[in-house]
């Protein structure tokens, strides 16, 4: 996973091919970690990511939570997968999420 600091509060996350359980606490951590060192615009560019199961989209609601609390956002971009795009949509996840 990728993490591009744009300004102090702005922050690009750029995940792999894939965001399942056996990676996923690793994008809460990094989550978690950019909230707390003052990130409060996170932006995960989704371009990479062909695969997202539960626990992947588990983490990416509870950045969305966090930074809400906190008057931040995250927003979701470049989604590239038709299966992601798909299944965003089926779950009614873009109406949750800021997706661009």
Known sequence: M?????????????PGERIVIENAAELKEILINLIDQGARQITVDMGRVKTIDSSGLGKLLLGNKLLKEL??????????????????????LDEMLEIR
């Open 2 to 14: 990728e993490v591009i600091h744009e300004t102090p509060a702005e922050v690009r996350v750029m």
């Open 71 to 92: 008057n931040g956002k995250l927003i979701i971009e470049n989604i590239t997968s038709e299966y992601i795009d798909k299944m965003f949509r089926l779950i009614h």
